[in-house]
């Protein structure tokens, strides 16, 4: 599944699980090692041309040792200082 919007806190998804990877010391490879899966899954993710799964979320989240919550804030706060996670008020109807 890819992400709807780059502009979204959604689209910064991959790069607050990037953040949180390189925070704890995994690397892609061994992150997908962990997971079961393959290290350019990990790479699109982070890159946003993949959305995981709420079960693949859970599971990243999980593994890294952090919570869904965490990742999820970072992402809304990245999407926010790069200036798209602002709503414009003449924007609303």
């Given at each position: 599944?890819?992400?709807?919007s780059?502009?979204?806190?959604?689209?910064?998804?991959?790069p607050?699980?990037?953040?949180h990877?390189?925070?704890?010391g995994f690397?892609?490879a061994a992150?997908?090692?962990?997971?079961?899966?393959?290290?350019?899954?990990i790479?699109?993710?982070?890159?946003?041309?993949?959305?995981?799964?709420?079960?693949?979320?859970?599971?990243?989240?999980?593994t890294?040792?952090?919570?869904m919550?965490?990742?999820?804030?970072?992402?809304?706060?990245?999407?926010?200082?790069?200036?798209?996670?602002?709503?414009d008020?003449?924007?609303?109807?």
């Open positions: 599944m890819q992400n709807d780059p502009h979204s806190a959604l689209g910064f998804l991959g607050s699980l990037r953040r990877r390189l925070s704890k690397t892609q992150l997908a090692e962990q997971l079961g899966s393959y290290q350019h899954y790479h699109y993710l982070e890159h946003g041309h993949r959305t995981p799964s709420f079960g693949m979320f859970e599971r990243i989240c999980t890294l040792g952090v919570a919550s965490d990742v999820l804030l970072l992402a809304e706060r990245m999407a926010r200082e790069s200036g798209f996670g602002e709503i008020p003449a924007d609303e109807v």
